[in-house]
């Protein structure tokens, strides 16, 4: 069965004075996995509801699978039952008071699903998360890594073919984490149902993703996949958001073709046809360093160095000037020693300064 | 063209704000919340009114009286008679005063008692805790008159005309003062001794979730110990004193048994006897202004009080989180309040009891020798010399119908209360934040504004005729029900808010996300998870109802009677003995009901219980 396509359109809902989601359109191809990304409090979760009926917009429409599910045009709003989807809640809401089995069976209990049938899903479903021979256990009996595989599987238990999951893994702890990332992507792949992930975690978007959503204040930033999400960050926002440690983000003027002048030095950048006030972004990564002067080289003390196993940042200075830059692996350089940075040309993201756009896309 | 896709569009723009209307009609919530607003007018609101119209029309006892009116017409007749009147002042005035001297007595009694015991409690070394503790809870299974019985058969004595001497001067041969025996000071001491119970789980509460940090960072500051005491433990305490003040003046304003137990007999006249007195002798309209005037004061300074305070739920019990604060030594003084504590507690939780036990086996009142000793009050057979034939209470087929009224009220009322609780606790909480959620929540407050008599006053107003489609149900037993469930309201409320609180509101979306319709998410989700709450709304209902006097006294009827009015009715006549013996069965009945609930809350709910934390 070809797995829905959602389409959300201007979609509006505001608590009071507060605007949580701002006249969001998106649109989520068949099958994929996205994620919505953003900042505490940017409307993710309430996108997310929206989606899934528990919150009604105050505008817009959201089609799921061809079916309008919403339209406050023509009054339509389909209860969230109705919607063939599965959530996920970031605090799991596993049901107190009944055992795993009647967790799971709950959905298909009401759906009239014979009792064979029932047991069936169950195993499978149990299986699907690893947590075979859980059925009698409460809630209350379980860690929380394992009650959040047992929230996975009252969902796929009664195959929805939309998965929305709201930081499904922000409660468990790091190591758990990964396995978790791990599993869920596997799921994914298997199930093709379409999936809105909910995080504010950049490494779990970068790693599960087909596409990431990048939110502020209740608008879509950049709507794109890991990579160009990443590389060609659409706004100073989201290149500010996205990637660790932090990109560096130099004030500066277009000062002659291809050259942007940022305090003392030149830049070479890919300037198009800009010109007057930008910011450039640049990755710690794509600086080199290098250990004597060299061509182009300016010259830098490191300032600090942080090792981190993988690889090492360094905090360069130059004056009241901070970079970071991101060498693979254990660097030699030591504080305060003298070293020369190079910028590659064509890896410096162009902003304009007002409107915080890109300039130097493609 | 233009002109038809117009009129399709306006046509459309209608159809969906009717769907959007619709679809917010049937949102659970909403749906409950309107039924509920229904419900709370039909029990209040129009009452109150059609009380209030009453008062201000013409009725056929008044055609005598004022002669050119004729039935049905407006008039102010009762309003100016009993407010200005040449008998204003013995109806309206006196008794208003007493009211208030009794509750502001009893209230000021309560408060030094309740939350200095209290204190002692949580924050001295006193020995004896638990038991204290223990004992402390013993006025809430007692009628609220227990004490004032005790406290006649003791005190009672010869100074009052037709008296007959109490235990006192029996023994000593002095006859206490009629301002011993009966008025405002031996009223003002029972309702105080009965209502401390509340200033002292309120306050031991407050004091219990008291962060002593706060008081430790007082201490660092350099604080003085009077300093802290006044600065940052009694602002912390004040809402726990205030809600305190709240319930017992709103009690002991609209109290009945005290009143009538040891004011009536020697012409001391509260609002709540006047009323009664008023009623009785079906001169409604002239009760109702009683009522109203009753309604107002009690209203009045429940509001001044909250505007005080600023708190709008002070009434809100205060959950105590139980941090070890400093305990203070109590040294030289801690003999002295240990004795105190002892007195105090014998003499409410005990000796009324082994009084009014021992005063059933006396055959005549005002003897008191062992030659006076009888099980006639209990066992013996009819007797025309003794309570005017009536047999022993054991029986007494009069008895064990009250006895089974009062039971089956009571587990009516509990259960119905328990519900309604439950439905609003779903309605206020789902709605928070709507103006729906509020208008709910404060017509549920209403009933607690309303002093009891006056409340059931509220009630002969309206159901003595048939009413919205409602038959008449003045004189029977559902009338009874309703009324005890009405009054209640504002405890089930609370109850059923606060359980509801503590269900996630995702527990309930999750269900409705695997498709779950309103209907099963109640009885599979909430209902399952708010047991707990509804079975503690059930236990105090069922205990507030069984010894309920004062809102249904003017209510019952021979058929209907329960066992705490007849207590009132075996006073009246003179039978002291067979009402103080009714009301230990009354106790005892509380007593079984307790353990009976109790256990049930322990047993099978217990795994609810558990696994809705
Ligand atoms: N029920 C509500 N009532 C009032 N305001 C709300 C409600 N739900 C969300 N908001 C507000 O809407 C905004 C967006 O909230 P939302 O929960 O969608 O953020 P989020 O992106 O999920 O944040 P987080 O990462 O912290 O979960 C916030 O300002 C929040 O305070
Ligand atoms: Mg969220």
Redesign the pocket.
Known sequence: MPKPTIIIENVTKT??D?V?VDDLSLEIDSGQFITLL?P????????LRCISGLEEPDNGEIVIADKIVFSRKKGISLPPGQRDLGLVFQNYALWPHMTVYKNITFALEIQKMSKEDMDQRVKESLAQVQMDGYEERYPREMSGGQQQRIALARMLAYRPSVFLLD?PLSNLDARLRIDMRTELKRLHHDSKATTVY?T?DQLEAMTMSTKIAV?KL?VVQQFDTPNQVYHYPSKLFVADFIGNPKINLLEGRVSGKDLVQVGKFHVPVNTKDASGEVVLGIRPEDIEISLEPVEHGEEFIAYSVLPSGADTTIIARQGEFELSVKEIGVSSIEMDQKIWLCFRKDTINLYDKQTENLINAG | MSTYSLAEAQDSLWLARLRRFFRWLTTPYVFLSLIMVVVMFYLVIIPLWSMFVTTITVSELDLRVIPEASLGDMTSYHWRRMLIGQIAKIMTYEPLVNSLVISLGATFLALIMGGGMAWLVVRTDIPGKEIIHMLATVPYIMPSWTISLAWKVIFKSTSVSGGVPGLLQFFTGIAPPIWLSNGALPIIIACGLHYYTFYFLFVSAALLSIDSSLEEAGDLAGASRGRILRKITFPLVLPAIASGFIMTFSKTMGTFGGPNVLGVPVGYYTLSTMLRSNMGIGNYGDGFVTAIVLILFSMTTVMINQKLIGTRRSYETIGGRGFMAQKMKLRGWRPVFIVLIVIVQFSIAILPLAVLIYSTFMLRSGNYSLSNFTLHHWIGQSDLSINQGDPGILLNKAIYRAAWNSIRLSLWASFIGGVIGVILGYAIVKGR?TRLSKIVEQLAFIPYLIPGIAFGAVYISMFTKSFFGLPPLYGTFALLVVVSVAKHIPHSSRTGVSSMMQVGSELEEAAAISGANAWQRFKRIIFPLTSPGFVSAFLLNFITTMRELSLIILLVTPATAVLSSMTMRYIENGNEQQANAVIIVLIVLVLIGNAIISRFRGGSLKKGLESSK
Request: some cysteine.
């Open positions: 608590f009071g507060v949580a953003g505490s409090g940017c409307g993710k979760t309430t996108l930081e909910v504010h939110m209740g | 934040g």
